[in-house]
């Protein structure tokens, strides 16, 4: 199985790169490396969640919601995340990519903060 964690890695190289392409590039990965964990998580729970192909994003993020602060956390920055991946997949203009991309850093560490406390173990 593919170790999701290797485009955290990626996206680290990254980000301090001059060019734009490369910190689109790492906010992309970044992204992709937190959404893996807290859907792996979410199927660890409960070994008989469908993720549906359609959404499979929101849905994730979406299933973190509920009566818990941490959890509530997770989705709520989830979906901060998956914005910015958003912005730096599909804008063709970015004011300050350099902020976007360490925004996306500060709201990933929370989120891998987060999921943690909760991993099952």
Sequence with gaps: MFDWNEFKILAEKLKD???????RTSISRLYYAVYWKAR???ERE?????V???NAHKF???K??????????ISRKGRDLRRNRND????????KPKELVNDSFQIAEHILFYL???QPK
Excluded at 17 to 23: V, Y
Excluded at 64 to 73: D, E, I, L, P, Y
Excluded at 88 to 95: F, H, L, P
């Design 17 to 23: 790169e001059k060019d734009e392409a490369s910190q």
């Design 40 to 42: 792996l998580i979410l």
């Design 46 to 50: 409960d070994p008989n969640l469908r």
């Design 52 to 54: 549906p192909e359609y």
């Design 60 to 62: 994730v993020w979406d």
């Design 64 to 73: 973190f919601s509920g009566n818990n602060k941490t959890r509530n956390a």
């Design 88 to 95: 730096a997949d599909y804008e063709a203009d970015i004011r």
């Design 116 to 118: 943690n406390q909760i």
